[in-house]
């Protein structure tokens, strides 16, 4: 039987990606999708760990060919989800956990990937700036813009399944209660 696949959503800076590793110690047979982008690695990140890095050409020759179930672009750079890649996933793991974007979100369902999505929200606009602010290698305009995308994709979580206020410093609380909804969703065993 196909494994699940779980959409894990915030604005830049909203924790998705730690909540997504703190899933993944609770949820037995959990893995985490492998984004590729064109966007240049950040310090400490690794190809074929954190993400596919490509190049634009490559990147567009995945689209051109159809390889990708959803694409996207994010402050200038092509961000997507490949369909082999995620197809594998699926048919060995039980939960596979993806941390796209909004629009990303709206791609999977108009392609008809079944999902179940969570949308982690912030808990103002001014925690939200601060997060952007603090992702380091980011200029005035780039962060005016992040923040600018962020405010958006908070109005555009009503197309999640599920909204949790992701509160500074409460990662755990934040964990615990998306593992709550994904283990009565998918009546599994959730590991404490």
Not at 12 to 18: C, E, F, L, P, V
Not at 87 to 100: A, G, M, Y
Not at 153 to 171: G, R, S, T
Request: proline share 3%; aromatic share 8%.
């Amino acid at each position: 039987m196909p494994g699940h696949l779980i959409i894990v959503s915030s604005p830049s800076g909203g924790g998705k990606d730690a909540v997504i590793r703190g899933l993944m110690e609770k949820l037995p047979d959990a893995v985490k999708l492998m984004t590729t982008t064109t966007r240049p690695a950040r310090p400490g990140e690794q190809n074929g760990v954190h993400y596919n890095f490509v190049t634009r050409e490559q990147f567009e020759t995945m689209i051109r060919d159809n390889k990708l179930v959803e694409h996207n672009v994010y402050a200038d750079n092509f961000y997507g989800t490949e369909k082999q890649r995620l197809t594998d996933l699926l048919e060995k793991h039980k939960i596979v956990f993806s941390n796209i974007e909004v629009n990303g979100k709206k791609n999977f369902d108009k392609a008809g990937w079944k999902n179940l999505s969570i949308f982690l929200m912030p808990e103002n606009e001014t925690v939200l700036k601060q997060r952007i602010e603090t992702r380091g290698g980011l200029t005035a305009e780039k962060i005016k813009q992040r923040l600018e995308t962020a405010i958006h994709e908070v109005a555009e979580a009503q197309i999640y399944d599920y909204k949790i206020v992701n509160y500074q410093d409460k990662l755990d609380e934040t964990v615990e209660k998306a593992a709550k909804i994904i283990g009565e969703h998918f009546d599994l065993d959730i590991n404490r």
